[in-house]
């Protein structure tokens, strides 16, 4: 059965806003605001909050900002490629149609969190602790989840070739309705994860064993 995700709680009369206008980097949190057909520099900046902020078409430079927090917050057709986002904190978040290549998210706690149509392709997600998260028709080629912590975690027709999941076990994680050429991941991690008949089949060659006829 699919994890229940609590979605994003936000008002619905959210103002519009100038991002440079309300961002105090002595200060580093807003809430309760929509940022539009924007880029956005947070600078190398520590532990920047968002709280009831939707962000559309908005791009991120490539910066690093570690322990960021987020809750409720919903990011549309923005662009995170190779910003560093690591020991990231999200709660009630929603990421749609968004570009992360790139994007590191290591030692991440993900709570309710639904990445939909997104590309993660090389994205570093290692030692992250995920619960109730989705992964919907998502690029994760090459993305590393080396040694993560997954919980009600779905990966729901993504593209999974070369992607990492070395120390993380998949007991009771749904791949069945994703594609991948090959993962690395070992026998003792794969042990009661749920797939399809032939992926199944590519696990056994990958493991070298020969099917007699």
């Known amino acids: 059965m699919p994890a229940k995700i609590m979605e994003p709680i936000l008002p619905k009369d959210l103002p519009e806003k100038n991002f440079a206008d309300c961002f105090d980097p002595d200060e580093p949190y807003i809430e309760h605001a929509i940022f539009k057909d924007t880029a956005i520099d947070l600078g190398d900046r520590r532990g920047v909050e968002f709280t009831e902020v939707r962000f559309q078409n908005v791009t991120f430079s490539e910066t690093t900002v570690p322990q960021l927090y987020l809750r409720d917050v919903i990011f549309e057709s923005c662009d995170f490629a190779n910003v560093q986002l690591d020991e990231v904190t999200m709660k009630r978040v929603r990421f749609v149609n968004c570009r992360l ?85 070992t026998l003792e991690d794969l042990k009661g994860a749920i797939v399809s008949e032939e992926q199944a089949l590519a696990f056994v060659v990958m493991l070298g064993l020969v099917i007699k006829e």
Do not use: H, W
Request: include cysteine; aromatic fraction near 10%.
């Open 101 to 185: 290549i790139g994007t590191s998210m290591t030692e991440g706690v993900f709570e309710d969190v639904i990445f939909r149509e997104c590309n993660l392709q090389m994205a570093a997600l290692g030692f992250s602790k995920q619960k109730n998260v989705r992964y919907e028709n998502c690029r994760l080629n090459e993305a590393d989840f080396y040694t993560c912590k997954l919980k009600k975690v779905d990966f729901s027709e993504c593209e999974l070739s070369g992607i990492n999941f070395t120390g993380t076990p998949l007991k009771a994680i749904d791949i069945s309705s994703c594609r991948f050429e090959r993962i690395s991941v």
